[in-house]
């Protein structure tokens, strides 16, 4: 496993090698960023794992200060791995370098779910996701599904102004259902205990949504009803499209989408 530090060791490191698997990641490597990395192994003849949290997409310095950082832990579980070519650490200026404000904007109809409560973070993502494949020159990236929206909005741009094909990979699970991100260490065991709770619940009002004439009003009183009896503050509950994130009338290819605030930390599923 070889570690690029910057921008000339990438460009010589990588030069001769044209099935590069790419896991962009923000660190704190856990087993959801390992199925990324096992499918682009898979997949791939070369793996790149990059390991940068972009200031960018951060719309809350709180959250940006108190993000979970620990280079060495991540650098030894990606070894152990034995599954990453090239881990990538780029420094703020090897990214943007140059000065100039990124043109990249949502369109109108993108602004719902994260996209309305956390605003600038897509822009940042997908600035940031713009160019890393600019320098990376990636055939396929690997992204979960936990985050839908961000593997919606990325493929859409990507694929749309590069060859690289952006590979969506199923959401990983703790043993109590929570989805695993880097967030969950800032949790307590009865936050993580509450999460679980949550998860079963809306596998429950997703599995009753299919008896219901108005999905709208019956998933805002199952808002309601959450927000009262776990003492929690909900962004959104809604059920919508998967191929274009429209909101569902019916159960078919839709998913369930929530974000909520435990601990202070925000938290996002889909299902
Ligand atoms: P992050 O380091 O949180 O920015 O995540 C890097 C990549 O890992 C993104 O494509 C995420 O969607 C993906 N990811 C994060 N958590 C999970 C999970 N529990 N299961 C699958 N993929 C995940």
């Known amino acids: 496993m070889k570690i690029l530090l910057n921008n000339t060791s990438l460009f010589e490191s990588l030069r001769q090698f044209n099935d590069l698997g790419f896991v962009p990641t923000m660190g704190g490597i856990h087993k959801g960023h390992l199925s ?3 499918k682009s192994n898979k997949l791939c003849k070369k793996t790149i794992v990059s390991i940068f949290v972009n200031p960018k997409q951060f719309n809350n310095k709180k959250d940006l200060k108190s993000y979970p950082r620990n280079i060495k832990k991540d650098l030894k579980i990606l070894k152990k791995s034995k599954k990453v070519d090239f881990v990538y ?9 140059d000065k100039k404000k990124s043109k990249i904007k949502l369109l109108k109809k993108d602004k719902i779910l994260c996209a309305k409560y ?5 822009e940042g993502v997908l600035d940031v996701m713009n160019k890393l494949t600019k320098i990376v020159n990636p055939k396929k990236i690997f992204m979960g599904e936990k985050d839908f929206q961000q593997l919606y909005l990325v493929k859409k741009l990507l694929e749309k102004k590069y060859k690289t094909k952006v ?12 989805a ?8 307590n065991k009865s936050n993580l205990a509450l999460a679980s709770k949550i998860y079963k619940k809306l596998v429950g009002i997703k599995k009753n949504i299919k008896n219901k004439k108005n999905i709208s009003s019956f998933l805002n009183l199952k808002k309601k ?4 009896n776990y003492k929690i503050k909900i962004d959104y509950l ?4 998967i191929n274009n994130l429209k909101i569902s009338r019916t159960k078919k290819n839709s998913r369930l989408f929530i974000a909520y605030y435990l601990n202070n930390v925000r938290l996002i599923d889909n299902l």
Do not use: A, Q
Request: net charge positive.
């Open 118 to 122: 956390r605003k600038g973070h897509f």
């Open 36 to 38: 990324l990395i096992d």
């Open 180 to 187: 695993l991100s880097s967030r969950n260490c800032l949790l």
């Open 225 to 228: 009803e959450l927000k009262n």
């Open 238 to 241: 809604e059920l919508r499209n």
């Open 89 to 97: 650490l780029p420094k703020f200026n090897d990214i943007f370098k």
């Open 167 to 178: 590979i969506p990979c199923k959401t990983i699970r703790d043993l109590y259902k929570v």
